[in-house]
């Protein structure tokens, strides 16, 4: 029995201008997801939902809110908002009121800022740092060698108690700051409200995931050497 060919869009062999998800008629290699024409009708059938047809509807606005320009050059819209603006006004947009906000420790100056922007702008904000419960790591079972800091006292991250504390907070829309590969993983399987990052972590980049990519020819070659 053959095997269905899975997505590769980062490999697309098609050109872009020729792709079936940018025209009406373009191509696709197997396992294109726009060919899969009962995935794109399932899909559009849960958009049909009231609830999320609106988050989808007011992304898009936001989307294209986030360029300055339009209409002038089709070919190059300017993008003229930062992030942290454009998660301020999907918010606004969605009628949100009370936004969660979690941090790594490492970044609580960057949090505190954040959460003077958003309630400079009316919000409720409710935080919460990822050393929040004081829980020891022991209790997972980590060896005193794979601490921070070996030989002395060290609270594990608790993405699990940020989500159910903002759960409980019952906030509406959670921004997601700096938490680590994995913690940030299960802060967003536990949060019941819907979520948006502001912040990858990446400590070296100053949090610019990007800088080590797009350098992987060079400073960063070491990476594809391993």
């Known amino acids: 029995m053959k095997v269905k060919a899975l997505p590769s869009c980062a490999r697309c062999p098609v050109p872009v201008d020729r792709r079936a998800c940018r025209i009406d008629g373009g191509a696709g290699p197997e396992?294109?997801?726009?060919?899969?024409?009962?995935?794109?009708?399932?899909?559009?059938q849960r958009y049909g939902e009231p609830?999320?047809?609106?988050?989808?509807?007011?992304?898009?606005i936001q989307e294209g809110e986030g360029y300055c320009g339009r209409g002038e050059d089709v070919h190059s819209p300017r993008p003229c908002k930062p992030r942290v603006m454009e998660v301020a006004e999907f918010a606004v947009k969605m009628g949100y009121r009370r936004l969660g906000l979690v941090f790594c420790v490492g970044l609580?100056?960057?949090?505190g800022k954040v959460a003077s922007f958003l309630e400079g702008r009316g919000f409720e904000v409710v935080s919460v740092v990822?050393?929040?419960?004081?829980?020891p790591k022991e209790?997972?079972?980590?060896?005193?060698?794979?601490?921070?800091?070996?030989?002395?006292?060290?609270?594990?991250?608790n993405p699990i108690l940020q989500a159910e504390a903002l759960n409980r907070a019952g906030t509406q829309f959670n921004i997601v700051m700096g938490l680590c590969v994995?913690?940030?993983?299960?802060f967003l399987g536990h949060s019941k409200a819907p979520c948006t990052v502001?912040?990858?972590?990446?400590?070296p980049t100053g949090h610019n995931p990007l800088a080590a990519i797009n350098t992987l020819h060079s400073y960063y070659r070491?990476?594809?050497e391993d």
């Open 31 to 44: 396992g294109c997801p726009t060919m899969d024409r009962d995935l794109v009708e399932w899909v559009r």
């Open 51 to 60: 609830a999320l047809r609106e988050f989808a509807k007011q992304a898009s």
């Open 108 to 111: 609580q100056r960057e949090a």
């Open 130 to 135: 990822c050393k929040a419960g004081m829980v």
């Open 139 to 157: 209790e997972l079972g980590v060896p005193d060698d794979m601490k921070i800091r070996p030989g002395h006292p060290e609270a594990m991250c």
């Open 182 to 186: 994995g913690h940030d993983s299960l």
């Open 198 to 203: 502001l912040v990858v972590k990446d400590r």
């Open 222 to 224: 070491y990476l594809e």
